[in-house]
């Protein structure tokens, strides 16, 4: 902290920080990134209008302060984002895509299938994994429509189904432990009984060998 205020104070933190910079944009590296990046900012054509504040945190406040808590969807999320009043749409593609979008929303009324915000939104902007267009990154909404609910079901009975599997398995591990434990009492056993043959053996042997030694530990006597 010292030495930060003494460069501060003597102009040389100035200095320092300008030759880091000048550095930095001399990087050729540095150069090749900065062209990428600006050749895929040409080549968008949809803009918001939230600057670098995060979806997650602007919907957030909308929902609060113009829903009263009231979840918003991702239409009136997506007009929320690129448009305003007195300049309007953020770009003409994005304007499109709007209508686009609602005039799908009374089309699928009008049939008598009424599509929920989220399928429009994916049916018109598409869909990215792991990106949420309208929303950017993050989890996607609950979806309200008959195919959301059919799709919840559906995983619903998929994890059911992973349950009884995962069951099975379980009882299958506890019968091979069963099996495990009865093979190594009856191992245990057999190697019991058979040290209890090998020490009779070798008890049996060593009482010949006594007697075998003791037998032939005195001369045999002669008669004269």
Known sequence: MEVSILLRESGEHSNLCSMRISNLWNDPIVKAKCAQNAANRS?????????????VVVRNEIEKKLLDGEECDRISFYKFTH???????????????????????EKSKEEGNALS??????????????????LGYGPKP??????????????????KEKDVEIDKLVDKVDYLTSCLENQERVLDDRLANQEK????????Q????????????HPPTHIS
């Open 117 to 134: 915000p989220d399928e429009i939104c994916d049916q018109v902007l598409g869909t990215k994994s792991g990106y949420i267009k309208g």
């Open 43 to 55: 080549k968008l054509n949809m803009y918001h209008n939230q600057g670098s504040a995060a979806f």
């Open 197 to 204: 043959i090998w020490e009779a053996r070798f008890e049996r």
């Open 206 to 217: 060593q009482k010949m060998f006594d007697m075998f030694l003791s037998t032939n530990s």
């Open 142 to 159: 609950k979806g309200k429509g008959i195919n959301s609910n059919a799709k919840i079901q559906k995983l619903e009975e998929n994890l």
């Open 83 to 105: 448009f305003k009043e007195g300049k309007g749409w953020s770009s003409s593609v994005v304007e499109s895509k709007y209508k686009e979008m609602m005039e799908l929303l």
